[in-house]
Nanobody, 125 residues
Framework: QVQLVESGGGLVQAGGSLRLSCAAS????????MGWFRQAPGKEREFVGR?????????YYADSVKGRVTISRDNAKNTVYLQMNSLKPEDTAVYYC?????????????????WGQGTQVTVSS
């Protein structure tokens, strides 16, 4: 059974940093592109970024977070990370990781087969 478990969320002040983790079980992470999405209250889930399954240096980020977040992966630990810096109150959301074997930019949530349960990030002003 595939499981993705996010951790590392919490309350942080604006300008602070957080690193989210996504631990995978039941699948071999190196066979999947991994994405991060977020959903703020009353809003639709939106794409944050993704990392390629073939190259850890191949990443793609939403304009809203570009330059402030970095996705990395440790295939040996079957874990993906989302490092978030210079956090803003508008970054407040539940953050989800997801796994995909599809091709393309992978910015749509329909491209992902497996999802975690999410972790809450709250940025105070």
């Amino acid at each position: 059974q595939v499981q993705l478990v996010e951790s590392g969320g919490g309350l942080v002040q604006a300008g602070g940093s957080l690193r989210l983790s996504c631990a995978a079980s039941g699948l071999t992470l190196s066979n999947y592109a991994m994405g991060w999405f977020r959903q703020a209250p009353g809003k639709e889930r939106e794409f944050v970024g993704r990392i390629s399954r073939w190259s850890a240096s191949s990443t793609y980020y939403a304009d809203s977070v570009k330059g402030r977040v970095t996705i990395s992966r440790d295939n040996a630990k079957n874990t993906v990370y989302l490092q978030m810096n210079s956090l803003k109150p508008e970054d407040t959301a539940v953050y989800y990781c997801a796994a995909s074997q599809s091709l393309g930019l992978l910015i749509r949530d329909s491209s992902y087969a497996y999802w975690g349960q999410g972790t809450q990030v709250t940025v105070s002003s």
